[in-house]
């Protein structure tokens, strides 16, 4: 019985520390940088009006929950550069950087593979 309750306050002290983020993204292009082995291998610009800038807002507004501070630091392999926000894609991780702090929250890699540069 013991570690039953040990379990749910586990389980209420992970959860008591995520949030909803919602993220409006501003009309203006966004960079994105893909990189291999720690070095910048590609970069494109997401126009606004495009699909995949509209793919990106969606894809934001599906996982605006989940969301933990972040502080520490690792390598992206994609990152999207934007004048209030930056996101930086790690396998199954994704940071957060705007003006609200730095988050991270679990992504799934083929969830944002839209956004390489050599797809549309």
Known sequence: ????????????????????ISVELPSQALTVVVYSHGKASQRCVIAPASDKFHNL?????????????????????????GPDINLYFMDDLLVMNYNGGEYSRNVTPDSYAFLSCGTR
Request: charged share 15%; hydrophobic share 45%.
């Open 1 to 20: 019985m013991r570690t039953f309750g040990s379990a749910i306050l586990v389980l209420l002290l992970v959860t008591g520390c995520s949030r909803s």
């Open 57 to 81: 807002s969606d894809f934001l507004k599906a996982n605006a929950a989940g969301w933990h501070k972040r502080s520490g630091d690792y390598t992206p392999s994609l990152v999207v550069i």
